[in-house]
């Protein structure tokens, strides 16, 4: 079920009047349960018994770190068993072709297992489990004494299959959610947080993003040997905005319905295009990721505790990693160690005494290096077969004869602006008021001029 | 915390009136729509114009994308084209089914007579704004979206290959574009490269199938008194005699060979790409099917 269905806005106000009723103020959390199931299993019958087995196991093995004879053995196992899941079902057929090549030399099993299909949101719930269990293993929140399994089971399962975060996030780490769990009453809602996130969040997805995907659909080669190199550039550019507002749309979307449910979901994204460092960009960008990373990865590997070469070397590794996280394609890698060699080199030109200037100038041309940067990238997103990106890359420098497209660049640029606008000016500069009204008219254009509803980017990780 | 209405009030008061004012401004206005971002905005908003069918069109165009790179004002009053691209005519009579327009006659594009129809294009064609409501709000309808309107004006101003044709009748403007039979520039490199793949195309299979499910429903069209004109739109000369091109033809000559048939002339007409028409030529061929249909 997708946030921009009309099938989900029916489903949004049932679920809403049913869990307010002040009879149902015990079941709160089983009425949001059975909901959350029926939105995964709405197109996907069949994956809910890995989404149910998934969480079962991390129930079981999150108990057993808090309460079991050897916590470190559990929070190992259940870690492992998370990881397990995503790998058989997303990274299955890349290993097979990357180690035997010949995929036919498998046999007719061993084949079908692996055209399994990838389970819609894997990559977060799986995510969420591996969070989940360490957080248990070390205590970081607050648990009901003594815990008893079965409640202690329904508050693991919510937490994974949360409906607002449960394809796509934002990755809610355990200790942020769990303790939230409880009654909810109507009176608490903190509205205007549900409106903000709603209107900001569906104006970005159904006005910007789905409208640029018309024109982004034309980042594919060979047919980027017709085009103009200054067209080749400005559909990056219409892509990076538009990977921005798909996502950073879905997100704000995620913690407005969340608010809307009396939960809290952190932020995932704070204008990061105008990030003037690569380190600076991951604090910005996808937010929750960064964090995870950082936290359940990058800081187990040693962070930057064990000197210099091994500071860069876990960059490397957990970007490389975050980049495997996101696709099952070695394109998705090299994305990730595209950055960490950034973020390497940044923090080996910082060891090494070199501040890059302060002065305003200095800063906007570190933002511009680091968005022309981070939009390159994002063509190993779009292009996912290395081959395409290079041809891409090579008619962007062979097309300079070919006059470019009035009508394209006009689209884009229109769609563009508002990107731009929200990231020079952020809403906390205006009045209350002054919020409001801008928001109306960003309802107003959502009912004028949404583009064609397509699934959210980052649904396929 | 902030009740509903605080938190909403003058979100919900403002689009309400951007909304109401975008629509009077339309209503009363009423521009002419010539641009559209892309080729699902261009679709929805001919969609929408069969599904509503205002004006009561006698003749109705239905077609791929090669048809529409015909402008609208180099068509005569009372016809509509239903081209749309990236889907074959069979699209458009399944929208032309679905609404309650009832045309005189109907020309049939044969070029995409391959591809059958679109049907969940043409159900979201009829919403997510219900139809009734749109045929009384023109500022709602899928044509009238801001940036239709923004890129329409902008064309108008630019000129060029996007200029109105004047305010001369058809038959004049017809007439002058003789002169201009070489005007358009193309890249010779991308014909090139796409006639080459274009003519590697292979035969569609299931293409005799897909003419008697055509053979029911343009007899049903019959019977209901419509008169069916079938046509081939000009296309780089190698990619009509490509293999895939003749079976079309051959078959369509078999399976309807009642129906009238129209081949224009592509003699001397510049394509973009091998298969769609450039600026000029395309309007030398929408000449040359009023000519052929007899206006």
């Given at each position: 079920?997708?946030?921009?269905?009309?099938?989900?806005?029916?489903?949004?106000?049932?679920?809403?009047?049913?869990?307010?009723?002040?009879?149902?103020?015990?079941?709160?959390?089983?009425?949001?349960?059975?909901?959350?199931?029926?939105?995964?299993?709405?197109?996907?019958?069949?994956?809910?018994?890995?989404?149910?087995?998934?969480?079962?196991?991390?129930?079981?093995?999150?108990?057993?770190?808090?309460?079991?004879?050897?916590?470190?053995?559990?929070?190992?196992?259940?870690?492992?068993?998370?990881?397990?899941?995503?790998?058989?079902?997303?990274?299955?057929?890349?290993?097979?072709?990357?180690?035997?090549?010949?995929?036919?030399?498998?046999?007719?099993?061993?084949?079908?297992?692996?055209?399994?299909?990838?389970?819609?949101?894997?990559?977060?719930?799986?995510?969420?489990?591996?969070?989940?269990?360490?957080?248990?293993?070390?205590?970081?929140?607050?648990?009901?004494?003594?815990?008893?399994?079965?409640?202690?089971?329904?508050?693991?399962?919510?937490?994974?299959?949360?409906?607002?975060?449960?394809?796509?996030?934002?990755?809610?780490?355990?200790?942020?959610?769990?303790?939230?769990?409880?009654?909810?009453?109507?009176?608490?809602?903190?509205?205007?947080?549900?409106?903000?996130?709603?209107?900001?969040?569906?104006?970005?997805?159904?006005?910007?993003?789905?409208?640029?995907?018309?024109?982004?659909?034309y980042i594919a080669c060979p047919a980027c040997l017709n085009l103009a190199s200054?067209d080749l550039?400005?559909?990056?550019?219409?892509?990076?905005?538009?990977?921005?507002?798909?996502?950073?749309?879905?997100?704000?979307?995620?913690?407005?319905?969340?608010?809307?449910?009396?939960?809290?979901?952190?932020?995932?994204?704070?204008?990061?295009?105008?990030?003037?460092?690569?380190?600076?960009?991951?604090?910005?960008?996808?937010?929750?990721?960064?964090?995870?990373?950082?936290?359940?990865?990058?800081?187990?590997?040693?962070?930057?505790?064990?000197?210099?070469?091994?500071?860069?070397?876990?960059?490397?590794?957990?970007?490389?990693?975050?980049?495997?996280?996101?696709?099952?394609?070695?394109?998705?890698?090299?994305?990730?160690?595209?950055?960490?060699?950034?973020?390497?080199?940044?923090?080996?030109?910082?060891?090494?005494?070199?501040?890059?200037?302060?002065?305003?100038?200095?800063?906007?041309?570190?933002?511009?290096?680091?968005?022309?940067?981070?939009?390159?990238?994002?063509?190993?997103?779009?292009?996912?077969?290395?081959g395409d990106?290079l041809q891409y890359l090579t008619a962007i420098s062979t097309n300079?004869q070919l006059?470019?497209?009035?009508?394209?660049?006009?689209?884009?640029?229109?769609?563009?602006?508002?990107?731009?606008?929200?990231?020079?000016?952020?809403?906390?500069?205006?009045?209350?008021?002054?919020?409001?009204?801008?928001?109306?008219?960003?309802?107003?254009?959502?009912?004028?001029?949404?583009?064609?509803?397509?699934?959210?980017?980052?649904?396929?990780? | 915390?902030?009740?509903?209405?605080?938190?909403?009030?003058?979100?919900?008061?403002?689009?309400?009136?951007?909304?109401?004012?975008?629509?009077?401004?339309?209503?009363?206005?009423?521009?002419?729509?010539?641009?559209?971002?892309?080729?699902?905005?261009?679709?929805?908003?001919?969609?929408?114009?069969?599904?509503?069918?205002?004006?009561?069109?006698?003749?109705?165009?239905?077609?791929?994308?090669?048809?529409?790179?015909?402008?609208?004002?180099?068509?005569?009053?009372?016809?509509?084209?239903?081209?749309?691209?990236?889907?074959?005519?069979?699209?458009?009579?399944?929208?032309?089914?679905?609404?309650?327009?009832?045309?005189?006659?109907?020309?049939?594009?044969?070029?995409?007579?391959?591809?059958?129809?679109?049907?969940?294009?043409?159900?979201?064609?009829?919403?997510?704004?219900?139809?009734?409501?749109?045929?009384?709000?023109?500022?709602?309808?899928?044509?009238?979206?801001?940036?239709?309107?923004?890129?329409?004006?902008?064309?108008?101003?630019?000129?060029?290959?996007?200029?109105?044709?004047?305010?001369?009748?058809?038959?004049?403007?017809?007439?002058?574009?003789?002169?201009?039979?070489?005007?358009?520039?193309?890249s010779?490199e991308i014909v090139g490269r796409e006639?080459a793949r274009?003519?590697?195309?292979?035969?569609?299979?299931?293409?005799?199938?897909?003419?008697?499910?055509?053979?029911?429903?343009?007899?049903?069209?019959?019977?209901?008194?419509?008169?069916?004109?079938?046509?081939?739109?000009?296309?780089?000369?190698?990619?009509?005699?490509?293999?895939?091109?003749?079976?079309?033809?051959?078959?369509?000559?078999?399976?309807?060979?009642?129906?009238?048939?129209?081949?224009?002339?592509?003699?001397?007409?510049?394509?973009?790409d091998?298969?769609?028409?450039?600026?000029?030529?395309?309007?030398?061929?929408?000449?040359?099917?009023?000519?052929?249909?007899?206006?």
């Open positions: 079920m997708l946030f921009n269905s009309t099938v989900f806005g029916v489903f949004l106000a049932l679920v809403v009047i049913v869990y307010y009723r002040p009879a149902m103020r015990r079941w709160q959390v089983e009425w949001l349960l059975a909901a959350s199931l029926v939105f995964y299993a709405w197109e996907q019958p069949w994956l809910l018994g890995l989404l149910l087995l998934s969480a079962g196991i991390t129930s079981v093995a999150s108990y057993a770190a808090v309460t079991g004879p050897r916590p470190a053995l559990a929070a190992t196992v259940g870690v492992l068993v998370n990881l397990g899941v995503l790998a058989f079902f997303k990274y299955n057929r890349l290993i097979a072709e990357s180690l035997l090549g010949d995929l036919a030399r498998i046999g007719s099993v061993g084949e079908a297992l692996l055209y399994l299909p990838l389970p819609a949101g894997i990559s977060f719930y799986t995510f969420h489990g591996v969070s989940l269990v360490i957080d248990s293993w070390r205590g970081k929140y607050p648990r009901p004494q003594p815990l008893r399994l079965l409640p202690h089971s329904r508050n693991t399962l919510l937490y994974i299959v949360f409906f607002p975060q449960l394809v796509a996030g934002p990755i809610v780490k355990a200790a942020q959610f769990m303790p939230q769990i409880g009654e909810k009453r109507w009176g608490e809602i903190d509205w205007r947080s549900v409106v903000h996130h709603c209107v900001l969040g569906y104006f970005l997805k159904t006005v910007i993003a789905d409208n640029l995907a018309q024109q982004t659909a200054i550039l400005v559909l990056l550019l219409a892509y990076s905005a538009q990977i921005f507002a798909d996502f950073c749309g879905y997100s704000m979307i995620a913690i407005g319905l969340a608010s809307l449910l009396g939960y809290r979901l952190p932020i995932n994204f704070n204008r990061p295009y105008l990030a003037d460092s690569f380190a600076d960009f991951w604090r910005r960008w996808h937010i929750s990721l960064s964090s995870f990373l950082r936290e359940y990865l990058y800081l187990p590997l040693g962070g930057n505790r064990r000197g210099r070469l091994r500071t860069y070397l876990n960059l490397m590794i957990v970007m490389g990693l975050g980049g495997l996280w996101h696709g099952a394609a070695w394109s998705y890698a090299i994305w990730g160690l595209w950055h960490g060699a950034a973020l390497a080199l940044e923090r080996m030109a910082t060891d090494c005494g070199f501040s890059g200037g302060g002065g305003r100038v200095a800063r906007a041309m570190r933002i511009l290096a680091v968005f022309a940067f981070v939009t390159l990238g994002w063509l190993l997103f779009k292009l996912p077969n290395f990106v300079m006059r470019p497209s009035a009508l394209r660049l006009l689209v884009i640029a229109a769609y563009v602006a508002p990107i731009v606008i929200y990231h020079l000016l952020p809403s906390s500069r205006l009045s209350e008021r002054g919020r409001q009204a801008i928001e109306g008219l960003l309802l107003g254009a959502i009912v004028l001029n949404s583009g064609s509803s397509h699934a959210f980017i980052y649904f396929q990780f | 915390m902030p009740s509903f209405t605080s938190s909403s009030r003058t979100v919900l008061v403002t689009a309400a009136l951007a909304l109401a004012i975008y629509a009077a401004v339309i209503a009363l206005w009423r521009p002419t729509i010539h641009l559209y971002p892309d080729q699902d905005a261009s679709n929805l908003a001919r969609a929408e114009r069969v599904l509503i069918g205002e004006g009561d069109p006698h003749t109705v165009i239905l077609g791929s994308s090669l048809g529409v790179r015909i402008p609208d004002d180099w068509l005569p009053a009372g016809w509509l084209n239903a081209s749309l691209g990236g889907k074959g005519a069979a699209t458009g009579l399944a929208l032309l089914r679905a609404s309650s327009m009832r045309p005189r006659r109907i020309l049939v594009e044969t070029n995409t007579f391959d591809l059958g129809p679109d049907l969940a294009f043409v159900q979201d064609a009829q919403g997510p704004i219900p139809l009734a409501l749109r045929t009384w709000v023109p500022g709602l309808r899928a044509e009238y979206r801001p940036i239709n309107l923004l890129l329409s004006l902008a064309g108008r101003a630019r000129g060029g290959a996007h200029a109105h044709r004047g305010s001369g009748s058809l038959a004049e403007a017809c007439l002058s574009l003789q002169a201009q039979v070489q005007g358009d520039i193309v010779a006639v274009l003519t590697a195309r292979p035969v569609p299979s299931g293409l005799v199938a897909r003419m008697v499910d055509w053979r029911a429903a343009l007899r049903a069209e019959q019977e209901r008194g419509v008169e069916v004109i079938l046509f081939e739109w000009p296309v780089d000369p190698e990619v009509m005699r490509s293999p895939r091109a003749a079976a079309i033809r051959t078959t369509v000559a078999e399976t309807l060979p009642t129906l009238r048939f129209l081949r224009l002339d592509g003699e001397g007409l510049a394509t973009e091998g298969l769609h028409l450039a600026p000029v030529s395309a309007r030398h061929a929408a000449c040359a099917l009023l000519h052929a249909v007899g206006g």
